[in-house]
Nanobody, 127 residues
Framework: QVQLVESGGGLVQPGGALRLSCTASGSTWDYTAIGWFREAPGKEREGISCLSDYDANRRYADSVKGRFTISRDHAKNTVYLEMNSLNAADTAVYYC????????????????????WGQGTQVTVSS
């Protein structure tokens, strides 16, 4: 059983930055996919960034490209999402997800890739 715990959310002013963390237990992450998703009020959950193929593959949604950076610390079993130049449209609950099996594909922004989800962390961008 894999457990994921997100942290780092909060209230930030427009133009500000946050770093989200997602720590896994009960799984070896090295060769699987990890994704960050977000769900804003009244909107469908959106895949915004992901890692796969032992981090050789990184993907970003157009809505966050150039502002968000995904990274992983294998020793800590933790994935990070560095978020810069935040704006009101980034307000959402952010979730991390992982696959319970190895994944070498490049298409890792879809929910169908993932088996396990964290509980989510709220990010609010407001002045």
């Amino acid at each position: 059983q894999v457990q994921l715990v997100e942290s780092g959310g909060g209230l930030v002013q427009p133009g500000g930055a946050l770093r989200l963390s997602c720590t896994a237990s009960g799984s070896t992450w090295d060769y699987t996919a990890i994704g960050w998703f977000r769900e804003a009020p009244g909107k469908e959950r959106e895949g915004i960034s992901c890692l796969s193929d032992y981090d050789a593959n990184r993907r970003y949604a157009d809505s966050v490209k150039g502002r968000f950076t995904i990274s992983r610390d294998h020793a800590k079993n933790t994935v990070y999402l560095e978020m810069n130049s935040l704006n009101a449209a980034d307000t959402a609950v952010y979730y991390c997800a992982t696959r319970g099996r190895q994944y070498y594909g490049s298409a890792c922004l879809g929910e169908e890739v993932y088996d396990y989800w964290g509980q989510g962390t709220q990010v609010t961008v407001s002045s």
